[in-house]
């Protein structure tokens, strides 16, 4: 089993809303914080939002806040990212990551889920 794996992309009209959720499996106590990333076609990857998994520190892109909510549930060992108001240049593969440490640079996150296609249509 992949140690995360996202859910709930999908085609969605401007202006709309979807929520993605991340599933978290193997060494969850280690993990300090995790972050959703999206990678658009033809760009690089970039940083979305962050949550620490305890307390529960959030930190956001610019260009999502206000929008976008990260969440958590340790119970559960999920994190979601509800998307509002959604706009074209949202479109992207969301990643969801974890890492030891509280950074925003892909390169400080170890493990990687594989990706779900979020496309705004305008």
């Known amino acids: 089993q992949a140690p995360l794996q996202e859910s709930g992309g999908g085609l969605v009209q401007a202006g709309g809303s979807l929520r993605l959720s991340c599933a978290v499996s193997g060494r969850t106590i280690s993990t300090y914080a995790t972050g959703w990333f999206r990678q658009g076609q033809g760009k690089e990857r970039e940083f979305v939002a962050v949550?620490?998994?305890?307390?529960?520190?959030?930190y956001y892109a610019d260009s999502v806040k206000g929008r976008f909510t990260i969440s958590k549930d340790n119970l559960k060992d999920m994190v979601y990212l509800q998307m509002n108001s959604l706009k074209p240049e949202d479109t992207a593969v969301y990643f969801c990551a974890r890492t030891n440490l509280w950074s925003v640079d892909a390169g400080a996150y170890s493990d990687w889920g594989q990706g779900t296609q979020v496309t705004v249509s305008s």
């Open positions: 949550i620490e998994r305890r307390p529960g520190r959030t």
